[in-house]
């Protein structure tokens, strides 16, 4: 009795200290994060250990326990119909809300779904229940794009991907197929999904043939570019949780099919030091010191390396690929890009790379609405439903839709 007592103390006091993680006293319902975040990192402890063993590779074992946890079947309802098809072999998941007399035409947007570019899928509980809510609260279709995952396919193929998928879409005998009007489609994606968006805006606004075709693009928390890893929020946030900055670092690795050797270098921003020629030229598209309000800089410093590691741009040259980093982008690509929404959170690595880029698109005679978050932290915009249910999520949630019901 006596022993199992010290047994069962011993292990209550390893799962506190395993659940425990210091949080800002800002962050929103901290106990849930940390039970939230400790299950994320268990899973992915699992998935490392059966990497290590060489019996799977660790993204695909993470992508399994998500699936495991919850994948929606097509099952519509009376206000959203909801259908598996796929567009020019792109797999897409259609939602469509139901037709009103007044309104014959629908409003439209194509989401992309988060993940570090490896993870999760339109079916995921937490995507399709979003989507269904766009849906149903905007009266729209909602096309999810099922892009193909890290480590089946690696950068550009998911670009291929969203950008093959969205060109079917767009073509007037489909949008007429599903009662979308032309003039009201937007773009928009989370996290990874975010990037991808942002990215497709992007080669769409290049394409002449295609010009004006989306009238806004929403992106919640995006991820923009690979060069620096010391923005102040990135530097704020090194272990905050759901995305700390070494598991960000990984996922652009991995994306890239790179070689993890380089993470630590990458952390201090060796790969971009002054003596790497391939950067120089980018640099002032994310130099922070111009682009940042003092609010956000606070007392940080930039990490800049006089002498880095030139073998890793050369390794992976992809990590100054403009359309793996929209952010870096020149002017005459931004210019001409739909208005655009961009949700932050301030508990987030990624929080500064949606700063700049907004800044960016301003100075680009782009109409930005920049909509930040205190108390909130990457990843949350999903979580709004049961057995992930944050007040933030509702929170952000309402506001994203809010601003695409009065843009769209
Ligand atoms: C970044 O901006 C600061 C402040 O405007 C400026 O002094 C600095 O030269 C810029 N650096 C680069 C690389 O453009
Ligand atoms: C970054 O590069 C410098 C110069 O090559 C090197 O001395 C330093 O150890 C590197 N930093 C890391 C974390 O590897």
């Known amino acids: 009795m006596k022993s199992s007592c010290v047994l069962l103390t011993a ?14 006293s800002s962050v929103s319902d901290p106990w849930k994060l940390r039970l939230l975040d400790a299950a994320f990192r268990s899973a992915q402890q699992v998935s490392n250990l059966i990497h290590y063993l060489g ?37 897409v998941r259609v939602f469509e809300g139901s037709p009103k007399p007044e309104e014959p035409l629908k409003r439209s947007v194509l989401y992309i779904h988060g993940g570090g570019w490896a993870l999760a899928s339109a079916k995921t509980k937490n995507y399709d229940e979003l989507c269904t809510t766009l849906a149903e609260e ?6 999810s794009i099922e892009y193909r995952l890290v480590p089946k396919v690696y950068f550009p193929e998911q670009i291929h991907d969203v950008v ?13 197929k599903y009662s979308v009007d032309p003039g009201r489609i937007g773009i928009s994606g989370d996290s990874a999904g975010g990037n991808l968006a ?3 805006s992007q080669q769409l606004n290049q394409d002449t043939n295609l010009k004006n075709k989306v009238k806004v693009q929403a992106l919640i928390y995006p991820v923009l570019q690979a060069l620096d890893f010391n923005t102040p929020s990135y530097q ?26 380089f993470v630590q270098e990458m952390i201090v921003n060796n790969h971009t030091s002054l003596d790497v020629e391939e950067a120089a030229a980018l640099r002032a598209h994310l130099n922070w010191t111009s682009l940042l309000p003092a609010s956000i800089k606070k007392n940080y410093k930039p990490v800049v ?4 590691n030139a073998r890793i741009i050369q390794k992976i040259p992809q990590l100054l690929d403009v359309r793996s980093a929209p952010l870096i982008a020149d002017q005459e690509v931004l210019r001409g890009l739909p208005k655009t929404y961009i949700l932050t959170c301030e508990h987030d690595v990624v929080r500064d790379d949606g700063i700049m880029y907004a800044k ?28 992930t249910y944050f007040s933030v999520g509702i929170q952000t949630q309402n506001s994203y839709i809010k601003w695409l019901n009065q843009n769209l």
Not at 11 to 24: G, N, S
């Open 360 to 387: 960016r698109l301003e100075k680009a005679g782009v109409e930005v609405t920049l909509d930040h978050f205190e108390s909130c932290f990457h990843g949350c915009v999903i979580f709004a439903s049961w057995p």
């Open 305 to 308: 390396q006089t002498t880095g």
């Open 164 to 176: 093959r998928a969205t060109k079917y879409f767009l073509q007037p005998e489909v949008l007429h």
């Open 198 to 200: 942002a990215a497709l």
């Open 11 to 24: 292990l209550v006091a390893l799962a506190a200290y395993y659940v425990y993680i210091p949080l800002p």
């Open 236 to 261: 704020q946030n090194a272990n905050t949780p759901i995305l700390p900055r070494y598991v960000m670092v990984k996922y652009w690795v991995d994306y890239f099919k790179g070689n993890y050797d």
């Open 138 to 143: 905007l009266n729209a279709v909602i096309v």
């Open 55 to 91: 019996l799977s590779h660790h993204l695909l074992v993470l992508n399994f326990i998500i699936d495991s946890l919850g994948k929606k079947s097509a099952w519509s309802s009376a206000q959203v119909k909801v259908t598996d098809t796929d567009f020019d072999g792109v797999e």
